[in-house]
């Protein structure tokens, strides 16, 4: 498995795009260079608008940005792009190094924050950092997928009981509470198991938490309430 895991993160790395946004010509050809010289793909915008037109959620990448850009703060743009959901590791530049400003960058999620000039090596080593993070995260947004989709099969009275037991309820508990039998209870809680793949209801109680939350917020689907 982890030799899977290797693999497929090679692959990735060779399919990502490095993304630069850099109102100076000479710097975004300067890192389109160094990210083909290290055999990576390399996309280079001079503003923000440019970048959201072309960027691609669904591609590995990283996105090498700059803090002095037309009409934005490249810190400010960011923040939006986490406020938008758009989590692509963030490697901040900038000429001036402002203490302030280096830890709003931090605050809104940048994996780091690099004054100009800055040596090869060690934007080469970012670039790489970046990307494996990436690959972590693209990883964990298709468990959290498919965590979602299990948890859209389960009824509206199996939802209502997985979330007992993740209250802490127990088997005659639940029973008591919703006015049935324990064999009734144990019945969906065994259907909750085999939709969701897991073993038992610690195991699922952890996989939903890290994969969907803690799954306070599913309402299960709207159906009509099956016969208790």
């Given at each position: 498995m982890?030799?899977?895991?290797?693999e497929?993160?090679?692959?990735?790395?060779?399919?990502?795009?490095?993304?630069?946004?850099?109102?100076?010509?000479?710097?975004?050809?300067?890192?389109?260079?160094?990210?083909?010289?290290?055999?990576?793909?390399?996309?280079?915008?001079?503003?923000?608008?440019?970048?959201?037109k072309?960027?691609r959620?669904?591609v590995?990448?990283?996105?090498?940005?700059?803090?002095?850009?037309?009409g934005?703060?490249?810190?400010?743009?960011l923040?939006?792009?986490r406020?938008?959901?758009i989590?692509?590791?963030?490697?901040?530049?900038?000429a001036?190094?402002?203490?302030?400003?280096a830890?709003r960058?931090?605050?809104?999620?940048?994996l780091?924050?690099?004054?100009?000039?800055?040596?090869?090596q060690k934007?080469?080593?970012?670039?790489?950092?970046?990307?494996?993070?990436?690959s972590?995260?693209?990883?964990?947004l298709?468990?959290?997928?498919?965590?979602?989709?299990r948890?859209?099969t389960?009824?509206?009275?199996?939802?209502?009981?997985?979330?007992l037991f993740?209250a802490?309820?127990n088997?005659?508990?639940?029973?008591?509470?919703?006015g049935v039998s324990?064999?009734?209870?144990?019945?969906h809680?065994?259907?909750v198991?085999?939709?969701?793949?897991?073993?038992?209801?610690v195991?699922?109680?952890?996989?939903?938490?890290?994969?969907?939350?803690?799954?306070?917020a599913?309402?299960?689907?709207?159906?009509?309430?099956?016969?208790?």
């Amino acid at each position: 498995m982890k030799l899977q895991q290797r693999e497929k993160t090679i692959r990735n790395m060779q399919n990502a795009i490095v993304y630069v946004v850099d109102d100076d010509a000479q710097v975004r050809n300067s890192l389109r260079l160094l990210a083909h010289s290290i055999q990576l793909n390399a996309e280079t915008y001079a503003s923000p608008e440019s970048f959201l037109k072309h960027f691609r959620n669904n591609v590995p990448g990283c996105l090498l940005l700059d803090v002095c850009l037309p009409g934005v703060n490249g810190v400010e743009f960011l923040e939006e792009l986490r406020a938008n959901g758009i989590l692509i590791p963030t490697i901040v530049m900038t000429a001036y190094g402002e203490v302030a400003l280096a830890v709003r960058a931090m605050k809104a999620g940048a994996l780091d924050f690099i004054e100009k000039p800055y040596s090869r090596q060690k934007m080469v080593d970012l670039i790489q950092r970046a990307l494996s993070q990436n690959s972590s995260l693209q990883g964990k947004l298709a468990e959290s997928k498919e965590a979602q989709a299990r948890l859209a099969t389960l009824s509206e009275r199996e939802a209502e009981i997985m979330k007992l037991f993740f209250a802490g309820e127990n088997t005659k508990r639940i029973a008591s509470l919703l006015g049935v039998s324990t064999k009734t209870v144990d019945y969906h809680r065994w259907n909750v198991l085999k939709k969701m793949k897991k073993a038992n209801m610690v195991e699922l109680a952890h996989y939903v938490a890290t994969y969907a939350g803690d799954g306070a917020a599913f309402d299960g689907p709207r159906q009509t309430k099956r016969a208790k």
